[in-house]
Every structure is written in C-alpha cells, then in structure tokens.
C-alpha cells in the first residue's frame, strides 16, 4: 500500500524550533518530487516547500524562505521539515504530499499523508 | 505572490450539477498552468480528483470532470451527491513549477 506517515508535530513557543519527518511505504521514494503542504485552523490549503528528486532542486513558499529547510533521506524512505524562528501564523496541520508528473507533462499531488499538527503558542 | 481565485461557496440539488472555478484573475487559465483539484472533508486529509485539467485520479467517480472554461480552470459533479458536500481546492503550477493552491470552495448540497 502507498502510504505517507507525517510526525513530529506539537506545541511550540514562539521563535522556537521543531522537525516534521514523513516516512514514505509502498513506492520508490527516490522517484519523486516530494512537497509539504500546510492548513492553518479553519483556512485552506498553502503549498509550502518542495524537493527535487535527488535533493538538488528545492523551493519555497515567500512566508518561509530563511526559517524552514526541506531535506530528503531517500536510503531511509524519508523527508523532513527543519522550522526554525516559529511564528504563530505557523500553526497548522502540515502534511507530507508526494509529486508526480502526468505522462503529458503535468505536475500534480498524488498521495497524502494524514498531517500532523503544529501549534506555536506561548 | 500569485493569487488563485476559486468561489468561496456554493450549492447545489442532490442530483444536480455544479461547476466550480479556478481563476488567475485578470490573466488566462491554460493546459499549461497544469490545473488540478483535490477534496477535503473536514478533519481528513485531502484526496486527488483531476489533475492535467481532465485526468480523473485512480477510483473517481466519472461524475467528476475537469476542463477549462473561459479563462479558468473548472471542476464540473454532475448528479451531485450528499457526501459530495465538502471543500474542494485547485492548484496552479506557475512558470517556475511552484504550484500555488486556490483559496477553496465549500460545497453544499441540499
């Protein structure tokens, strides 16, 4: 079965820092793109980071250039979400998505993993 | 920052249809912005409809189809059902492959 399984979450105080790791089952890891994806309570879905397939090529959403770093351990079927210098707006459920591309070229989010929930709050 | 635009809300008869829309504002939607559409029930994770504008993900229902409408991308449920009533979200790929996801349609039947 093709699963993703997010983990890590929890509280934090404001200016701290937590790692989200998503364990990856059922597919070839290294095959994808792999990307982050957050909903804050009540709004919608924001696309946060992105990384290529070998770890060369990643990207971020504006709200989180500088604070959150993307990284993939494809030996170990895993990818990670380092947030540092946490904000309140940060608070959300994140969940671990896996990219794939369309035999005509489209890029799209296939599989989803169930989140896992950030709160920062002093 | 791209804003993608999708109607906040909207209704529909059990059994009927409902098109909902993706928009870039004053700019045109096109094949190329790679539109596709995901579901969320509250509290659950989301799950994949249509991707490359018209493709329908493994297992859905062929109620549920894409196209591009105007200048937008849209998602049309045909037959509309109870559990049909949930958000429903778009995503545009921008020119350097960053995907940028609409700001969701709550979807009521009744």
């Known amino acids: 079965e093709v699963q993703l399984v997010e983990s890590g979450g929890g509280l934090v105080q404001p200016g701290g820092s937590l790692r989200l790791s998503c364990v990856a089952s059922?597919?070839?890891?290294?095959?994808?793109?792999m990307h982050w994806v957050r909903q804050a309570p009540g709004k919608g879905l924001e696309w946060v980071a992105k990384i290529k397939q070998d770890g060369s090529d990643k990207d971020y959403v504006d709200s989180v250039k500088g604070r959150f770093t993307i990284s993939r351990d494809d030996a170990n079927n895993s990818l990670y979400l380092q947030m540092n210098n946490l904000r309140v707006e940060d608070t959300a459920v994140y969940y671990c998505?896996?990219?794939?591309?369309?035999?005509?070229?489209?890029?799209?989010?296939?599989?989803w993993g169930r989140g896992t929930l950030v709160t920062v709050s002093s | 920052q791209t804003v993608v635009t999708q109607e906040p809300s909207f209704s529909v008869s059990p059994g009927g249809t409902v098109t909902l829309t993706c928009g870039l504002g004053?700019?045109?939607?096109?094949?190329?912005?790679?539109p596709s559409w995901y579901q969320q029930t509250p509290g659950q994770a989301p799950r994949t409809l249509i991707y490359?504008?018209?493709i329908r993900s493994s297992g859905v229902p062929d109620r549920f189809s894409g196209s591009i409408l105007g200048n937008k991308a849209a998602l049309t449920i045909t037959g509309a059902q109870a559990d049909d009533e949930c958000d429903y979200y778009c995503?545009?790929?921008?020119?350097?492959?960053?995907?940028?996801f609409g700001g969701g349609t709550k979807l009521t039947v009744l």
């Open positions: 059922g597919f070839t890891f290294s095959s994808h793109w």
């Open positions: 004053s700019a045109s939607v096109s094949t190329g912005h790679y």
């Open positions: 490359s504008t018209n």
């Open positions: 995503v545009l790929y921008m020119g350097v492959g960053t995907p940028v």
């Open positions: 998505a896996r990219g794939s591309r369309s035999p005509g070229g489209s890029s799209y989010f296939d599989v």
